[in-house]
C-alpha cells in the first residue's frame, strides 16, 4: 500500500474522531481549564484547526485560518475572555471542512509530493506531514482526557451514551473507548 493512501486514512481518523468526542458538550464546557492552569478545550480545538490548515496549506490548499494565528498558534496563550474566541461549532466546521480539504488533496496528489522538499525543520514534505499528523493526535489525547475530566464532565448534556459512572477507568482506558466510538 502506498502512503498517500495510508495518511489519508490517519487523518480522516482524525477529523472524524474530534466532533464525535465534542458533541456532547455544552458550549461553556469548552472554557474550563483544567486544574485552573492547563489549556481549555477551545484553545486545544483551535489549536487543532490551525494545525490541519498548516497540513492544507503544505498539500497547497487554501486553509483560510489566518484570522486563527492569533489565538490559537503555537506560542500563544489561552484568553480568560470567551468572547474574543469564535464559537466551538464554528471551530467544529472549519475542522471539518479541512478534514474534507486534506482528504481531497491527499489523494489527488501525485505520491512524489511526499519526497518534496520541505520548510521548517524537515527535509521532505512526507516527514513534515508525518509530524503534523503526531502533532494532531497528540493535542486530540489532550481533548480525550480533558472530556473525562470531572469538572468537564459535568457539564456536559444529561442524554449521554458514555461508560457508567461507577466504572473504573484508567488514561488508557478512555483513550482507547474513545477511539472505538468513533467506529460505532
Known amino acids: 500500500m502506498q502512503a498517500i ?20 458538550f455544552l458550549p461553556e464546557s469548552f472554557f474550563v481549564k483544567p486544574e485552573n ?9 483551535g489549536h487543532v484547526v ?3 490548515g498548516e497540513i492544507v496549506e503544505m498539500l497547497g490548499g487554501d486553509p483560510q485560518t489566518a484570522d486563527l494565528g492569533d489565538l490559537f498558534a503555537r506560542g500563544t496563550f ?9 464559537k466551538p461549532l464554528e471551530l467544529i466546521r472549519r475542522y471539518a471542512r479541512l478534514v474534507a480539504l486534506t482528504e481531497h ?8 509530493i511526499l519526497d518534496q522538499k520541505s520548510r521548517g525543520q524537515f527535509e521532505t514534505l512526507g516527514q513534515n506531514l508525518a509530524y503534523s499528523y503526531m502533532h494532531e493526535t497528540h493535542h486530540i489525547g489532550q481533548i480525550t482526557y480533558l472530556t473525562n475530566l470531572p469538572s468537564i464532565k459535568s457539564l456536559k448534556k444529561k442524554a449521554t451514551t458514555f461508560r457508567k459512572p461507577d466504572k473504573k477507568d ?4 478512555i483513550i482507547l473507548e474513545g477511539i472505538k466510538s468513533v467506529f460505532t
Not at 38 to 43: A, F, H, L, Q, T
Not at 78 to 86: A, G, H, L, R, V
Not at 105 to 112: E, G, K, T, V
Not at 170 to 173: A, E, L, P, Q, V
Open 78 to 86: 489561552p484568553e480568560n475572555d470567551p468572547s474574543k474566541y469564535p
Open 37 to 45: 492552569r492547563g489549556n481549555p478545550m477551545i484553545w486545544l480545538l
Open 170 to 173: 484508567s488514561t488508557t482506558k
Open 5 to 24: 493512501p495510508i495518511l489519508a486514512e490517519l487523518f480522516r481518523f482524525n477529523g472524524a474522531y474530534i466532533p464525535k468526542m465534542l458533541k456532547e
Open 50 to 52: 490551525v494545525n490541519r
Open 105 to 112: 488533496l491527499l489523494l489527488n496528489s501525485d505520491p512524489a
